[in-house]
């Protein structure tokens, strides 16, 4: 190869990278994850929360960029059936992003029931983790942001 094509070659894969490299961003580019824990059972922060998470959900739909968020509730009053002030705004934001998590704690729940003497149940949307603090623990240390309104 002479020195002519051989700087040709060169050029071509230079101007060829950066889309290479656009690309290449494009397709590893990292999912944005956020774990919100609303530890009160205060309608406010229930609200602050849940706007919380509606910004952010809308911040990175205009961007094109993915976002999960997990919520958890330590006071458990957000996600229960027959206690949530909140549940349809819950509802109305899972419908916009079947993706957004809402935790319950177990450990919670048992005590609630134990010191209620009934059966505690939850909105449709709440998932049952057996420790909130671990599944937060467990989600700091995959890398997800947190936050506490």
């Known amino acids: 190869m002479d020195r002519r094509s051989m700087l040709g070659l060169v050029a071509a894969a230079f101007a060829a990278a950066p889309a290479a490299v656009r690309q290449g961003k494009a397709a590893g580019e990292k999912k944005h994850r956020l774990a919100i ?11 602050l929360a849940l706007g919380n998470a509606s910004n952010v959900i809308e911040q990175y739909k205009s961007r094109g960029e993915e976002v999960e968020i997990e919520t958890y509730s ?6 229960r059936e027959d206690t949530s002030p909140v549940k349809e705004r819950i509802k109305a934001l899972r ?5 957004v998590v809402f935790s319950a704690c177990d450990n919670t729940r048992r005590r609630m029931e134990k010191d209620e003497g009934r059966k505690i149940t939850f ?15 467990e989600l700091q240390e995959q890398g997800w942001s947190y936050i506490r309104p």
């Open 123 to 137: 909105i449709g949307e709440a998932t049952v983790v057996p420790s909130g603090v671990v599944r937060l623990m």
């Open 95 to 99: 419908e916009k992003m079947p993706n």
């Open 74 to 79: 330590q006071g458990l009053h957000m996600l």
């Open 37 to 47: 824990h609303v530890d009160q059972s205060d309608i406010a922060q229930m609200n």
